[in-house]
């Protein structure tokens, strides 16, 4: 079973869309982040949300929303996409915030935006 | 200047070398981590660090909380081990448990 599953894998788009990734985790666990990674590999933080309160809002544009339903699930909707936005995103969920305990990543999902 | 550092950025090795990739850092932590992505891949966590050395198989991690310095090694690297090993902490935040990276060093393995 996979412990942290993202929706789609694969994201190909116009500019200008609105687009959602989805984000599972079946860890059990409190927190739920988003990080993006550019074409450098550099991974940023963008949000977490602990038992479905958002506690970290990088900056990050308004175009991007996410929504936590229950905490097993960090949703992402970004609306009018723009170039730059073409990343790796990746989901992650670790057992509490604030705890020292290893975090466990979605195998992200592709974003390119024509 | 990015809060963490690694190097070397990329690193080539040959089967069989003692590989050391180091990570440094200019913010009081509460922990470091050592991250392994495959080329297209999901991204492992492969160690959690507070103190002292952790070893997991081939793999050996240290670190000076002192020096804010941290090396991961590799004994007999192989070239299953090709990947980016990223670096990352974790500050005193309170509540929070946000992870600041480092920019990654991409390992190639020669057979």
């Given at each position: 079973d996979t412990a942290v599953s993202q929706t789609p894998k694969y994201l190909v788009t116009q500019m200008g869309n609105d687009k959602s990734i989805k984000c599972e985790q079946?860890?059990?666990?409190?927190t739920m982040y988003w990080y993006k990674q550019d074409s450098k590999k550099f991974l940023k933080i963008m949000f977490s949300y602990n038992n479905k309160e958002l506690i970290i809002n990088e900056?990050?544009?308004?175009?991007f929303s996410p929504k936590s339903p229950d905490k097993a699930h960090l949703n992402l909707h970004i609306n009018?996409?723009?170039?730059?936005?073409s990343a790796v995103y990746f989901c992650a969920s670790s057992?509490?915030?604030?705890?020292n305990q290893p975090q466990h990543f979605g195998d992200g999902t592709r974003l390119s935006i024509l | 200047k990015n809060e963490v550092e690694q190097s070397p950025q990329n690193l080539t090795a040959q089967e069989g070398e003692f590989i050391t990739i180091n990570c440094s850092y200019s913010v009081g932590i509460s922990a470091l981590h050592w991250l392994q992505q495959h080329p297209g891949g999901g991204i492992v966590s492969l160690f959690m660090l507070s103190s002292g050395k952790k070893k997991h198989g081939r793999l050996i991690a240290t670190i000076n909380i002192q020096e804010k310095h941290s090396s991961l090694h590799i004994t007999?690297?192989?070239?299953?081990?090709s990947a980016v090993y990223i670096c990352a902490v974790r500050g005193y935040g309170g509540a929070t448990n946000k992870l600041i990276f480092g920019t990654g060093t991409l390992l190639a393995v020669q057979p």
């Open positions: 079946n860890l059990g666990h409190d900056t990050v544009p308004n175009r009018s996409l723009e170039l730059g936005d057992q509490e915030a604030g705890s | 007999a690297s192989h070239p299953r081990d």
